[in-house]
């Protein structure tokens, strides 16, 4: 926006005199963040020490300050269950938060839940994306195991990150018990009156104060701008490699798998050939061909085996950051509003 406000909590004077304009465009990501309301001072709102998030001075710059008490979560045995006397059945989670020790159990429905809290609440971090859902197969057991590493990487993320872990949405998603329908409901319905969100979600970021904690504005801007030149080369790279591994894959499991065991039948039909020449002095070479066939064929297998290995866990962890990707150019956009 033009102009420059008067810092907010400057009294009626100062803020009747800002010089902000209203920005039109309803669907902007600076208004849509609350970010338009901060800067004019229309955010208010008592930030409890819980709600705090701080910034601090790291070796590279301002950073959010750690979590003290760092934790994981795994995510084990997705069983599928069902409910209405089995008319209706779902694929349930087991996680188990190492701060805790106590295993929980969730749907997808509750992952889904959490991101769209969690995507509300922070306009200025990267909440990854969730892996996609699928609505038809869903039991398919390759489908629930790629799921459920899908899953896997989104909570190692998740687990640390310094806001995001000590959030208390994600806290109640990992903590409430599954058999507690009432205390899930009651979290739930706490982590959706949230009034720290949107312009007030600004007022709980606390910044570092004293000599050399003063950014410049001008190398501020500059290193935004890099960092969008990154991401947005980075996202097409990302694309790139993502479609161009898929294919590679495809081929190893189809093609090429194929093509050796193409091969593999060639020099098998070969050793039935010099089967019927019953020579004992040709046995030997026989059994060489007959075995040069199997070789063939185990080659195929491997080549179809072997995405498994390291092309799929690649574009596993592809996936993840293409979902942060895409959440940048709307945060660069927030930074870049104020």
Request: charged fraction near 25%; glycine fraction near 8%; charge should be neutral.
């Amino acid at each position: 926006p033009p102009g420059h406000p008067h810092p907010p909590g400057g009294g009626g004077a100062a803020k009747s005199s800002a010089t902000v304009s209203r920005n039109l465009n309803r669907f902007s990501t600076f208004v849509k963040s609350g970010g338009e309301a901060f800067v004019l001072g229309e955010a208010s709102g008592f930030v409890k020490d819980g709600d705090k998030l701080c910034v601090v001075l790291g070796p590279r710059g301002p950073e959010w300050q750690e979590n003290p008490y760092p934790f994981q979560c795994s995510i084990e045995d997705p069983t599928k269950q069902t409910k209405f006397k089995g008319m209706k059945s779902y694929i349930a989670y087991k996680l188990v938060p190492s701060h805790t020790g106590q295993q929980v159990h969730r749907r997808y429905k509750h992952f889904d839940w959490l991101y769209g809290r969690l995507a509300e609440k922070f306009p200025v971090i990267s909440v990854p994306h969730l892996p996609e859902k699928q609505a038809t197969g869903r039991f398919e057991e390759d489908f629930i195991s790629k799921r459920r590493k899908g899953l896997a990487w989104w909570m190692d993320h998740m687990c640390s990150h310094p806001v995001l872990a000590q959030c208390d949405a994600f806290q109640h998603f990992l903590t409430c018990p599954s058999t507690d329908e009432k205390a899930w409901k009651q979290g739930k319905r706490k982590a959706e009156k949230d009034e720290m969100v949107g312009a007030n979600f600004f007022l709980t970021i606390s910044v570092p104060t004293g000599p050399g904690a003063s950014l410049d504005l001008q190398e501020v801007e500059s290193q935004v701008d890099g960092f969008k030149a990154f991401t947005k080369k980075m996202d097409e790279s990302a694309l790139q490699l993502n479609h161009t591994a898929n294919e590679f894959a495809r081929k190893q499991v189809t093609g090429f798998k194929k093509e050796y065991q193409k091969v593999g039948h060639s020099f098998k039909c070969l050793s039935q050939a010099f089967e019927l020449d019953q020579q004992a002095f040709s046995a030997g070479l026989n059994q060489a061909i007959a075995f040069t066939a199997e070789a063939y064929d185990a080659i195929g297998d491997l080549f179809a085996d072997q995405p498994r290995q390291d092309l799929d866990p690649v574009m596993d962890l592809l996936a993840l950051y293409q979902g942060h990707l895409a959440n940048f150019p709307d945060i660069i956009h927030v930074q870049k509003g104020k």
